[in-house]
């Protein structure tokens, strides 16, 4: 993992600084809340519904035990003892004071961390793969240049007062966990003919109210070319981005309206003319110093199989149910991948409380070097767990309230915090997920109905995802009352794709029974147990699901 | 309106400032009078390539605070273009975004505050250090930590 | 960015509620032009009398930030398109009722 040498600790610790400035400006009325408006959406503070929200950046969703137990503490000593996952790797506090805000900041800082571009219309938080360094399919660890990037476009002088927010993911592996494809900009890892790897870059992917997939600009920019071709998008969008209506103002708007060739031809143009001077002085060494840091861990030589684990499997069903959902295959022989769910049955997706923080710092330092992730569907990893110590580690989890068995499946639902919390939203969300979870909880079903993944948003900047849904549910706000509109066949993976709107909302009691029947008809056409949902709907397409969801007598 | 430059408060002693589009019939005319000239956000900044050398002062406008496109206007100028003369953000200018400013290449500023050196001080001292090279000949942290 | 908040008539009873600007916390304007947690301490103002509230409350940026105007019952109940919302936020989310007002005991039951 990165860690900061004595430039980055004295930025955050100066941000901190600075930040607790601005704070007493504006309680003193030295300045307006106009005026203190954007400083405190640049260091993630936002006002919601009941209090103000802190938005903690986790770069690209990686964090050691240390930086979990001060998220514990802080939600102890400043919250409501709990935090949630967002769909973008970070942390929010729900409930913190403005006065304490400044003191959050001092002790995030203490850990390396901090709340910088967070909200505001910057380049936000890097997202990337939650299996990064772990897993063998891809083809280098992403992370690196994922906090080049994070470095890069802190305080960018430039590229602070864009047309609007901006977000970049970056993944490694053909299989995209961290959905690059409906972000401002993603980045895929790719090799060249001549070996070297370079990044794919995708741009003009988004959701909110004009939903698109991204284009592929560029197949193959080399890296030490990077951050200099960022630049020419960045530049291009800074200049000719949209400013006259905010809901038109993001990148995905401009590249639609001029034509993904010409705004391709645009990049290439700027990126042509940069002078020399211009250039990012981006050393080699450098690369080396930050690469460095993700080597992988001190990983024990060990077999593929471990005996310990399948004499655990053999005598405890539920554990074997665990690891067959919730563990996936590590580069590493004689390791796993654990995804530690926050979706238990009933609860708000994503919701963690002080103690299970604490506990899962222990169980990182424990049993996977120390190293902890965050997902943007709303769950922690913890990404290199030995076989032999699977066991273990899921009882302690299971006595946590952490060891739902769930990942992918229906009820590892993805949903934004919705009118319960959110300034913004028109319907709730929490209480539409919670019904799904109780009316799908019984594990043996969700097992047979295998990964289906549904994803909920209160209103339509969407960022519970619910256009690349496989199933998605908008909350809408109809004369006072909530409705829920279903879309079918979104995903944000590889395949990344828009869900179509099914037909006209439904009243909140009745999405579960709805849906019900939608997953009926999924287990009558599945050609076999192994088609997934989504590749069922794919083939015989969306009629019969329509019909089934508007099927109540 | 209190001008901040190198520091310091001093005159501001603008008259009317031509726009692009006047200042380029002007220029085409009579090229030693193009000394000064303001830039709104969407004019394009390499228009004043064939002037570069000559200008004295270039004004970027910045109607809103939160349009951005004066300080890629700046970058321009500076990097570009060489530009050596005085840039000057005139219009919704806060105290908050003067390091920006000064980052991207500008030297001047119009501060609508009374304490309007003092706040420029102190906002200018608030980082020691910068990631990313820019405008303000920074190397940035990248290059400093092999250097 | 604040969301934007439907007009209402001249006519219609309302609260002017805002958030308190140090902690955050949701606020309802009283007679003395204070600000109270608990919405049942909120004056009920109509006409003219509510845009003078709101008029104060705008001027009161030490204190509160982004007040706007509810609409309640004559009897300062919360009614209206916004019912929902604005239920939520006098009281707190419907999913953590550990966190409602009335657990901290700011309001009723």
Same mark, same amino acid.
């Given at each position: 993992?990165?860690?900061?040498?004595?430039? +980055?600790?004295?930025?955050?610790?100066?941000?901190a600084?600075?930040?607790?400035?601005?704070?007493?400006?504006?309680?003193?009325?030295?300045?307006?809340?106009?005026?203190?408006? !954007?400083?405190?959406?640049?260091?993630?503070?936002?006002?919601?519904?009941?209090?103000?929200?802190?938005?903690?950046?986790?770069?690209?969703?990686?964090?050691?035990?240390?930086?979990?137990?001060?998220?514990?503490?802080?939600?102890?000593?400043?919250?409501?003892?709990y935090g949630?996952?967002?769909?973008?790797?970070?942390?929010?506090?729900?409930?913190?004071?403005l006065?304490?805000?400044?003191?959050?900041?001092?002790?995030?800082?203490?850990?390396?961390?901090?709340?910088?571009?967070?909200?505001?219309?910057?380049?936000?938080n890097?997202?990337?793969?939650?299996?990064? *360094?772990?897993?063998?399919?891809?083809?280098?660890?992403?992370?690196?240049?994922?906090?080049?990037?994070?470095?890069?476009?802190?305080?960018?002088?430039?590229?602070?007062?864009?047309?609007?927010?901006?977000?970049?993911?970056?993944?490694?592996?053909?299989?995209?966990?961290?959905?690059?494809?409906?972000?401002?900009? *993603?980045?895929?890892?790719?090799?060249?003919?001549?070996?070297?790897?370079?990044?794919?870059?995708?741009?003009?992917?988004?959701?909110?109210?004009? !939903?698109?997939?991204?284009?592929?600009?560029?197949?193959?920019?080399?890296?030490?070319?990077?951050?200099?071709?960022?630049?020419?998008?960045?530049?291009?969008?800074n200049?000719?981005?949209?400013?006259?209506?905010?809901?038109?103002?993001?990148?995905?708007?401009?590249v639609?309206?001029?034509?993904a060739?010409?705004?391709?031809?645009?990049?290439?143009?700027?990126?042509?003319?940069?002078?020399?001077?211009?250039k990012?002085?981006?050393?080699?060494?450098?690369?080396?110093?930050?690469?460095?840091?993700?080597? !992988?861990?001190?990983?024990?030589?060990?077999?593929?199989?471990?005996?310990?684990?399948?004499?655990?499997?053999?005598?405890?069903d539920a554990?074997?149910?665990?690891?067959?959902?919730?563990?996936?295959?590590?580069?590493?022989?004689?390791?796993?991948?654990?995804?530690i769910?926050?979706?238990?049955?009933?609860?708000?997706?994503? +919701?963690?409380?002080?103690?299970?923080?604490?506990?899962?710092?222990?169980?990182?330092?424990?049993?996977?070097?120390?190293?902890?992730?965050?997902?943007?569907?709303?769950?922690?990893?913890?990404?290199?767990?030995?076989l032999?110590?699977?066991?273990?580690?899921?009882?302690?989890? +299971?006595?946590?309230?952490?060891?739902?068995?769930?990942?992918?499946?229906?009820?590892?639902?993805?949903?934004?915090?919705?009118?319960?919390?959110?300034?913004?939203?028109?319907?709730?969300?929490i209480?539409?997920?919670?019904?799904?979870?109780?009316?799908?909880?019984?594990?043996?079903?969700?097992?047979?109905?295998?990964?289906?993944?549904?994803?909920?948003?209160?209103?339509?900047?969407?960022?519970?995802?619910h256009?690349?849904?496989h199933?998605?549910?908008?909350?809408?706000?109809?004369?006072?009352?909530?409705?829920?509109?279903?879309?079918?066949?979104?995903?944000a993976?590889?395949?990344?794709?828009?869900?179509?709107?099914?037909?006209?909302?439904?009243?909140?009691? +009745?999405?579960?029974?709805?849906?019900?029947?939608?997953?009926?008809?999924?287990?009558?056409?599945?050609?076999?147990?192994?088609?997934?949902?989504?590749?069922?709907?794919?083939?015989?397409?969306?009629? !019969?699901?329509?019909?089934?969801?508007?099927?109540?007598? | 309106?209190?001008?901040?430059?190198?520091?310091?408060?001093?005159?501001?002693?603008?008259?009317?400032?031509?726009?692009?589009?006047?200042?380029?019939?002007?220029?085409?005319?009579?090229?030693?009078?193009?000394?000064?000239?303001?830039?709104?956000?969407?004019?394009?900044?390499?228009?004043?390539?064939?002037?570069?050398?000559?200008?004295?002062?270039?004004?970027?406008?910045f109607?809103?605070?939160?349009?951005?496109?004066?300080?890629?206007?700046?970058?321009?100028?500076?990097?570009?273009?060489?530009?050596?003369?005085?840039?000057?953000?005139?219009?919704?200018?806060?105290?908050?975004?003067?390091?920006?400013?000064?980052?991207?290449?500008?030297?001047?500023?119009?501060?609508?505050?009374e304490?309007a050196?003092?706040?420029f001080?102190?906002?200018?001292?608030?980082?020691?250090?910068?990631?990313?090279?820019?405008?303000?000949?920074?190397?940035?942290?990248?290059?400093?930590?092999?250097? | 960015?604040?969301?934007?908040?439907?007009?209402?008539?001249?006519?219609?009873?309302?609260?002017?509620?805002?958030?308190?600007?140090?902690?955050?916390?949701?606020?309802?304007?009283?007679?003395?032009?204070?600000w109270?947690?608990?919405?049942?301490?909120?004056?009920?103002?109509?006409?003219?009398?509510?845009?003078?509230a709101?008029?104060?409350?705008?001027?009161?940026?030490?204190?509160?930030?982004?007040?706007y105007?509810?609409?309640?019952?004559?009897?300062?109940?919360?009614?209206?398109?916004e019912t929902?919302?604005?239920?939520?936020?006098?009281?707190?989310?419907?999913?953590?009722?550990?966190?409602?007002?009335?657990?901290?005991?700011?309001?009723?039951?």
């Amino acid at each position: 993992m990165y860690r900061y040498d004595e430039f +980055d600790a004295q930025i955050v610790r100066e941000r901190a600084a600075q930040f607790r400035g601005q704070v007493e400006r504006r309680l003193s009325g030295d300045i307006t809340e106009d005026q203190f408006k !954007p400083l405190r959406l640049m260091n993630g503070v936002y006002l919601q519904l009941h209090a103000y929200m802190l938005r903690i950046a986790i770069p690209y969703g990686t964090l050691r035990g240390e930086q979990m137990r001060k998220f514990a503490h802080i939600a102890r000593k400043y919250d409501k003892g709990y935090g949630h996952w967002t769909t973008r790797q970070n942390i929010q506090f729900n409930w913190v004071a403005l006065k304490d805000i400044p003191d959050v900041l001092d002790e995030l800082a203490e850990v390396e961390m901090h709340a910088i571009q967070t909200s505001g219309n910057c380049i936000r938080n890097t997202t990337s793969d939650q299996f990064a *360094g772990a897993t063998a399919e891809e083809i280098e660890d992403p992370r690196p240049w994922c906090e080049i990037i994070r470095q890069w476009s802190t305080f960018h002088p430039e590229f602070s007062f864009l047309p609007r927010k901006f977000k970049i993911a970056v993944t490694a592996a053909e299989n995209d966990r961290a959905a690059i494809r409906v972000h401002d900009i *993603g980045l895929h890892m790719r090799r060249n003919d001549a070996g070297e790897t370079g990044f794919e870059v995708i741009v003009g992917g988004g959701q909110g109210r004009t !939903p698109h997939v991204g284009v592929t600009i560029k197949p193959f920019v080399a890296k030490d070319q990077l951050l200099d071709y960022l630049e020419a998008v960045m530049r291009v969008y800074n200049r000719f981005g949209r400013r006259d209506n905010k809901y038109k103002a993001r990148i995905k708007i401009l590249v639609s309206e001029t034509g993904a060739e010409e705004f391709t031809r645009l990049v290439d143009e700027e990126f042509e003319a940069q002078r020399d001077a211009e250039k990012i002085v981006l050393p080699q060494a450098e690369v080396d110093r930050i690469t460095q840091y993700f080597a !992988p861990p001190a990983f024990e030589d060990l077999p593929d199989t471990s005996d310990v684990l399948e004499a655990a499997k053999a005598k405890d069903d539920a554990f074997a149910r665990w690891v067959r959902v919730n563990v996936r295959p590590h580069k590493q022989a004689g390791y796993g991948i654990v995804t530690i769910s926050c979706k238990p049955i009933g609860a708000p997706p994503g +919701d963690v409380t002080d103690t299970q923080m604490d506990v899962t710092a222990d169980l990182a330092e424990r049993y996977s070097l120390d190293e902890i992730r965050i997902t943007h569907e709303q769950n922690m990893v913890l990404p290199h767990v030995k076989l032999d110590d699977l066991f273990d580690l899921y009882q302690e989890l +299971d006595s946590a309230g952490l060891a739902t068995a769930n990942y992918e499946l229906i009820s590892d639902i993805i949903c934004c915090p919705g009118l319960d919390y959110c300034n913004l939203a028109n319907a709730r969300s929490i209480p539409v997920a919670q019904d799904l979870q109780n009316t799908f909880a019984d594990l043996e079903r969700q097992d047979d109905i295998g990964e289906l993944k549904i994803k909920i948003s209160g209103c339509i900047n969407a960022c519970g995802h619910h256009h690349v849904g496989h199933i998605g549910i908008l909350g809408v706000d109809r004369k006072g009352e909530e409705f829920y509109q279903i879309t079918f066949g979104g995903r944000a993976d590889e395949k990344a794709a828009i869900g179509q709107i099914a037909g006209p909302g439904l009243r909140a009691e +009745d999405v579960p029974s709805a849906l019900e029947r939608v997953i009926e008809t999924y287990r009558e056409v599945r050609s076999s147990k192994d088609e997934r949902f989504i590749d069922a709907l794919e083939r015989v397409g969306h009629d !019969p699901f329509k019909e089934a969801l508007y099927a109540a007598g | 309106m209190p001008l901040v430059k190198n520091g310091e408060v001093t005159a501001n002693p603008h008259g009317e400032v031509l726009t692009l589009e006047p200042f380029l019939e002007i220029a085409a005319a009579d090229p030693k009078d193009a000394v000064i000239v303001r830039l709104m956000p969407d004019d394009c900044p390499l228009q004043l390539e064939p002037f570069i050398e000559q200008l004295e002062v270039v004004e970027i406008s910045f109607p809103r605070y939160a349009d951005g496109r004066g300080y890629s206007q700046a970058q321009l100028l500076r990097r570009r273009l060489g530009y050596k003369g005085e840039i000057r953000a005139v219009g919704d200018v806060l105290r908050d975004q003067l390091l920006f400013m000064l980052r991207s290449g500008f030297d001047a500023f119009e501060l609508g505050r009374e304490d309007a050196a003092q706040a420029f001080a102190a906002a200018s001292r608030e980082y020691s250090h910068f990631y990313q090279p820019a405008a303000d000949g920074e190397s940035g942290v990248f290059a400093r930590r092999h250097s | 960015m604040t969301s934007v908040r439907p007009k209402l008539k001249a006519d219609i009873p309302k609260v002017i509620t805002a958030w308190d600007v140090a902690t955050g916390a949701t606020v309802y304007q009283t007679a003395d032009r204070n600000w109270s947690e608990n919405i049942a301490d909120a004056e009920v103002v109509v006409g003219e009398a509510a845009d003078a509230a709101l008029e104060a409350a705008q001027g009161d940026e030490l204190r509160i930030l982004d007040p706007y105007v509810m609409e309640v019952t004559a009897d300062g109940e919360v009614t209206g398109r916004e019912t929902l919302r604005e239920t939520i936020r006098a009281t707190g989310p419907t999913t953590h009722t550990e966190f409602h007002k009335a657990a901290r005991g700011v309001v009723d039951a």
